[in-house]
C-alpha cells in the first residue's frame, strides 16, 4: 500500500520560509518521480514542482525563483523549500507521485498524499 504523508506546513508571516516533506512507503523511488500541488482557498489545485528519480526537476512559473524541490531516494522523501513566502502562497499543499516529471506538471498523478495547510500572514 503507497502512503504519501506530509509534514511541515504551518503559519508564516510574508517574506518567512517553510520546509516541506513528503515521506512516501510502498514504492520504489527509482520508479517514481515525486511533485507538490497545491490548492488556495476557492481555487483548482494546481501544480508547483515535479522531480525525477534522477533529480530532473520542473517548477510552476509563480514560484520558480522562490521555492526548490529536492529529494532524498535513500530515505524515499521529497522536499519543497519555500522562500520569500507571499500571503497567495496560501493554501493546502498536496504532495504527489507519478511516473514521470511530465505526468507530475500535467496532472497524470498516480498517488496522492493527504496536505498540509500553509497559510501565510501579510
Known amino acids: 500500500q503507497v502512503q504519501l504523508v506530509e509534514s511541515g506546513g504551518g503559519l508564516v508571516q510574508a517574506g518567512g520560509s517553510l520546509r516541506l516533506s513528503c515521506a512516501a512507503s510502498?514504492?520504489?523511488?527509482?520508479?517514481?518521480?515525486m511533485g507538490w500541488f497545491r490548492q488556495g482557498p476557492g481555487k483548482e489545485r494546481e501544480f508547483v514542482a515535479g522531480?525525477?528519480?534522477?533529480?530532473?526537476?520542473d517548477l510552476a512559473d509563480s514560484v520558480k525563483v522562490r521555492f526548490t524541490i529536492s529529494r532524498d531516494n535513500a530515505k524515499n522523501t521529497v522536499y519543497l523549500q519555500m522562500n520569500n513566502l507571499k500571503p497567495e502562497d496560501t493554501a493546502v499543499y498536496y504532495c504527489a507521485a507519478a511516473r514521470s516529471v511530465l505526468a507530475i506538471s500535467t496532472g497524470g498523478i498516480d498517488y496522492w498524499g493527504q496536505g498540509t495547510q500553509v497559510t501565510v500572514s501579510s
Open positions: 522531480i525525477s528519480w534522477n533529480g530532473i526537476t
Open positions: 510502498g514504492l520504489t523511488s527509482s520508479s517514481y518521480a
